[in-house]
């Protein structure tokens, strides 16, 4: 298969593949979700770009028990370990590549856009706006210009900027619900030190 950026072929291959081996624990993901939530109603679908092997989507199952789960992945493995869990709809591409029509109530990124081609970011801004019906979660690492900075020794991987300010001066009908910060000394997340961002269409 071929692909549009560098950092999709990363993703896709062997690097990849070693961050499956890396990320596996669900823990970290549900008191994030419960709190994020919180802000929120009414949540019946939920659409994730980038979800690697479900993590986070499985925190929302345990959540949200009844609600619809949908994951964009272009991992192949990370697809086929998700799958076998059974209670979520595995789409196995490029975002770039996914042009589907339907609307969720809730369409998110989890530390996904940091590794997305600067210049390919509009392309994902409307993927992200276009797939929600109502609610959109960024939960990135934050910088208010945009910087490069080398990630596990590789260049070129990893992009900090205000995702979520871009957003919202693209689309005049978002709306700021709430934000939040992720310590990586808060033993309850542990996810680094990452924001997230939750907008509203109005």
Known sequence: MSYKTEQEDFWAKDFGNEYINRNQNITNNIP???DVMRRTSN???VIEFGCNIGLKLKALNILLPECKLTGIEINESACKIL???GRCNVINQSIFDYNENQKYDLSMTNGVLIHINPTMLNNVYEKLYN?????ILINEYYNPTPVSIDYRGHSNKLFKRDFAGEMLDKYSDLTLVDYGF???RDNNFNFGDGNWFLLEKN
């Not at 797939?131 to 609610?135: E, L, M, T």
């Open 43 to 45: 949540v019946k679908s």
């Open 131 to 135: 797939s929600s019906n109502r609610y």
């Open 32 to 34: 994030f979700f419960n």
């Open 83 to 85: 799958n076998e869990w």
């Open 182 to 184: 992720n310590y990586h």
